[in-house]
Structure formats: structure tokens, C-alpha cells
């Protein structure tokens, strides 16, 4: 009956601005005309959504068009609306309040608006919401918790760049499964305080914000845990349960640098961490025959032994994963590190990935080995730019010569049981196959492959 796009299927009506070329005259025309027909054929409209143009004080017949629309699709089954604005300024676009008034509504999307006290200033009727998405909405924390106590079958609640909103209390929300935040211009600002302690949370996303874990929270139905760029308080998170966790993310947080930090995840299957400065953590005896960690550091200044040997801890309290190595960007690295610990003891890790100039890699690589195992060395870390011979020729004299310097100083404590048995080997894409070093020296190399003795 219709043609797209302005017909998606039965029930479901999808309407862009940006389909008549800032015509607005005739986008106000066809959506009504459309209405009309849907209305005369007594036709239910579950599906309603809207990409608008609203803004400046010259528009005066956008806003009760808009309002007409809502309340028409609000009397014909409304059950899924979204809302987006295109204008940029939106300092004047309240949402209308007939929104809030539509109680068959599950869900609401809503993109550049104004959601403040004229929106709400009638009864809320959002009882049967089961998510919220927020982007761009202005929106103040009285009005906020406002619309989440009159929502209490939310299970669903996504907050995106919202910048006046200062305080999240989900806490009411008992059906809340799945939380997304993000801040994306404010990373390590505590911008905006998250308390999300629900039991029945199945994933957390944050993005920016900060986030006081509770003594003893109990999160027995989460399976993930991401968190970038947010502001954490980690004093109670050792206290916190996470029976069923299994994907765990930190990336670039910052508030626990000098926390030691255990998780109770005994079903943890992936863990990632992404910062510019090593983690003391640790996590719960897992049940799972092999997990997977991950660990990239970034932006280093290395200039002690301490360095390798809290590097050395970290690896050593994820020796029962499957442990990927980045280290990326080493700065100011001191020549002739020497790491002396006697507690240290060389942990296997699957893959190390570097990226660091060929003039550090005698001092790095010397360190590293005294306080790691790598099976794999994989240059797909390099963004493409792959090994060059130089690196991989220098990388095997480190190791020639190390091997030497263990037989000729057989009481020496320096490098401990060390690369006696290794095999180096570099692979050939273009023929795909495994070549020794002398054999390589002419073609380019994806990846090098490290043989040690079990």
C-alpha cells in the first residue's frame, strides 16, 4: 500500500527527514497523509519511528506536528517508539509530554531532546517500559529518576552522552539486565556517579563515568563486566560476588593503581586489560578447564628492574589463562636493566606482541625474558607494518648470546633456567611455510614462532 520509506512491514512505520532533502513541507505532509490512512483502515501501529528536523525559534510547525503524530500512534498499539532529532541545536526541542503518556509503550528511544519538567509534568504511565535508550538528551537527575521509579519493568537502560546528568540510581530498576553508559568527550572525569547494584544485571557497559562498587554486592547474574575509561572505586570490588562472570574488560580506567585487587569470577572465561601501568590483580580458582587473558600496556617508561618484576606478579597470578602479551609504545627504556629478584621465575605466555624502536630492543628483550616465556611472537601487532630482518637478527643474537652466557656461567643467578632448548622459527606468507632465520633473511616475515622446552 504504501512505499518505502515509508512502509517498512505491518504494524511498523519508519519516517527520515533526510528522504525529502530538507523539504520540510512535504515530510509534514506525507507522515500525515500516512497517519490518516493507517487511522481509516483502523490499522495498529506497533512500530513507530521518527527522524526529525527541529530547531530554531522560526520553527513553529514541527513541535505540533511532532506532538500530533505521537498522540495518534499512542492510540493505535504503540509499543516500540524512536525518536531521533538531526538538528545539532536543540535548545529549544522539548519532548513532547504526551510521550510519557503512552502506557502501552515498551519500548523508547530517544535521540537530541529536551526532557525537563514541562515533559513530565502530567502522571507518568510508563509502567509496562521494558527499555530505555537515552542519546543526547538533556536531561536533569530529578527528572531522571522520575521517569526510572515510574518504570520499574525496565530491563533494558542505555544512557549515551548525556552531559547534564550527574548521578545514575538504578538501583530501583529490579528487571534490569542489561546497562549501557557511555561519556565519550570525558574520559577520566568523574562526570557522572553510576550506582548499579542490581542482582538480576546480566551485562554491564560503561563508558566513562565513575562507578563506587558496594561492600558485598552480590552480582549473581552477570556474565560481563566492561569498563573503559571510567573512574573506578575498587576498595569494596575484592568484596563483590561474581559467580557466572565470564568476560571481564578494563580499558584505560584509572582510581586502582595501587589496589590489589582479587576477583571472585570462578567462571571467568576472558579477561582483558588495556592501560599505561600494571594491575595488581588476581582472580578466584576457576572451574574452567582454559581461559583466556590479555594484557596491553601502553605509553611506558621503563626505569627500574620494578617494572619487569611487578610485570613478572601480574603474569604469575594469570599463569592458569591462556596469557596474550602486548606491550606497546616503551619510552626512555634504561640500557642494561638487570632483573635480579630471586622470587622471580619465568611465566609461559602464549603470545607477546612489541612495538618499540630497534635501539631498546637489546635492554627490553633481556628483561622480558627474565620474567616471561613467550611461545609465539606475533607481528600482526604491528598494525600491518610487520618485522623487519633487522629486528629479527638482532632478537636472535639476544638469544645466542644468552644461551652462551648461561653455559659459561654455570653459578650465575642472573637469568635463571633460560631459553637452553629454544627454536626460532619465521613464517612466510607468501608461501606458507616456516623458515629458520639465515633462510629468512631475504623475504619478509608475519610471524615468529618461539620453541621452548616444556
Known amino acids: 500500500l504504501f512505499e518505502p520509506p515509508y512502509f517498512r512491514n505491518h504494524g511498523a512505520l519508519d519516517f527520515s527527514i533526510q528522504a525529502f532533502e530538507g523539504n520540510k513541507q512535504d515530510f509534514i505532509t506525507t507522515v500525515d497523509n500516512t497517519l490518516q490512512r493507517y487511522l481509516d483502515q483502523r490499522l495498529c501501529i506497533e512500530e513507530f519511528s521518527l527522524r526529525v528536523s527541529i530547531g530554531g525559534d522560526d520553527d513553529e510547525e514541527s513541535m505540533p506536528a511532532l506532538e500530533q503524530w505521537i498522540r495518534l500512534v499512542t492510540n493505535m498499539g504503540l509499543k516500540e517508539l524512536r525518536l531521533r532529532n538531526s538538528t545539532e541545536d536543540y535548545k529549544n526541542n522539548h519532548l513532547p509530554s504526551v510521550v510519557f503518556e503512552a502506557e502501552s509503550l515498551k519500548y523508547l528511544d530517544l535521540d537530541r531532546f529536551i526532557v525537563d519538567q514541562t515533559t513530565i509534568r502530567r502522571i507518568l504511565l510508563l509502567k509496562n517500559l521494558k527499555s530505555l535508550d537515552l542519546q543526547r538528551v538533556s536531561i536533569k537527575d530529578d527528572i531522571f529518576e522520575k521517569i526510572i521509579l515510574s518504570s520499574p519493568m525496565i530491563e533494558t537502560l542505555a544512557v549515551r552522552n548525556c552531559r547534564t546528568l550527574t548521578t545514575i540510581d538504578a538501583m530501583s530498576l529490579q528487571n534490569l539486565k542489561k546497562f549501557t ?98 594491575p595488581s590483580i588476581s582472580f578466584a580458582t576457576t572451574s574452567s578447564s582454559e581461559w583466556h587473558s590479555t594484557i596491553h600496556l601502553h605509553s611506558i617508561d621503563v626505569f627500574s628492574s620494578l617494572w619487569f618484576v611487578n610485570l613478572n606478579e601480574l603474569l604469575k597470578s594469570l599463569s592458569q589463562s591462556i596469557i596474550s602479551l602486548n606491550i606497546d609504545q616503551c619510552y626512555r627504556i634504561r640500557e642494561n636493566i638487570m632483573v635480579q629478584d630471586k622470587n622471580i621465575k619465568p611465566v609461559v605466555v602464549y603470545s607477546l606482541g612489541l612495538r618499540f624502536d630497534l635501539s631498546s630492543i637489546s635492554s627490553l628483550m633481556n628483561a622480558l625474558f627474565c620474567v616471561c ?52 622459527e619465521i613464517h612466510d606468507k607468501n608461501k606458507d611455510e616456516w623458515l629458520s632465520p639465515v633462510a629468512a633473511v631475504d623475504r619478509r616475515s608475519t610471524a615468529v614462532d618461539f620453541f621452548f622446552p616444556s
Not at 575484592?238 to 589496589?259: A, M, V
Not at 632478537?395 to 648470546?401: K, S, T, V
Open 181 to 278: 553508559f557511555v561519556n565519550d568527550n570525558v574520559p577520566f572525569v568523574d562526570d557522572c556517579r553510576i550506582k548499579i547494584h542490581t542482582p538480576s544485571l546480566e551485562v554491564i557497559n560503561c563508558t566513562g563515568g565513575c562507578i563506587p562498587f558496594l561492600r558485598g554486592a552480590d552480582f549473581r547474574n552477570l556474565t560481563r563486566l566492561s569498563l573503559t575509561g571510567v573512574v573506578l572505586r575498587f576498595d569494596h570490588l575484592s568484596t563483590c560476588k561474581f559467580p557466572i562472570l565470564e568476560i571481564l574488560i578494563i580499558f584505560d580506567c584509572c582510581g586502582f593503581e595501587d589496589i590489589k585487587l582479587f576477583i571472585d569470577a570462578p567462571k571467568i572465561n576472558s579477561f582483558d586489560y588495556f592501560g599505561d601501568f600494571i
Open 373 to 424: 616465556r613467550p611461545r609465539f611472537i606475533d607481528d600482526s601487532f604491528f598494525c600491518g607494518s610487520g618485522w623487519k630482518m633487522d629486528h629479527i637478527k638482532c632478537l636472535w643474537n639476544i638469544l645466542l648470546m644468552r644461551r652462551e652466557f648461561r653455559r659459561k656461567n654455570q653459578l650465575s643467578q642472573l637469568w635463571f633456567r633460560d631459553l637452553e632448548e629454544l627454536r626460532l
